[in-house]
């Protein structure tokens, strides 16, 4: 059974930083394309980074690109999301996703099979 369970949400001000973890069991995270979407009351899930499953490609939405860093730590089977610079817009529900699909290239977000429960991220100005 695939659980991909996350951490390491919280308040912040703005400019400030935080690091998301994402756990994964039944998986290795290396053998998937991973990624980090977010969903703000109102608005479409929004996919904000992805990492292939062979790390030859990544994406970041514009909207955090130079300030969010997505990296994985295979011995801990974990994906990680820095967030730097933090502004008020990036307040949303953050949650991980695996896809099997995206050996060399980023899924569509509908691709993504296992996803984790969610993690809240507020920054406040």
């Known amino acids: 059974q695939v659980q991909m369970v996350e951490s390491g949400g919280g308040s912040v001000q703005a400019g400030g930083s935080l690091r998301l973890s994402c756990t994964a069991s039944g998986l290795s995270i290396a053998s998937y394309a991973m990624g980090w979407f977010r969903q703000a009351p109102g608005k479409d899930r929004e996919k904000v980074s992805c990492i292939s499953w062979t790390g030859v490609s990544t994406y970041s939405a514009d909207s955090v690109k130079g300030r969010f860093t997505i990296s994985r730590d295979y011995g801990k089977n974990t994906l990680y999301l820095h967030m730097n610079s933090l502004k008020p817009e990036d307040t949303a529900m953050y949650y991980c996703?695996?896809?099997?699909?995206?050996?060399?290239?980023?899924?569509?977000?509908?691709?993504?099979?296992?996803w984790g429960q969610g993690n809240q991220v507020t920054v406040f100005s």
């Open positions: 996703a695996a896809s099997f699909l995206g050996s060399n290239y980023c899924p569509a977000s509908r691709d993504f099979a296992f």
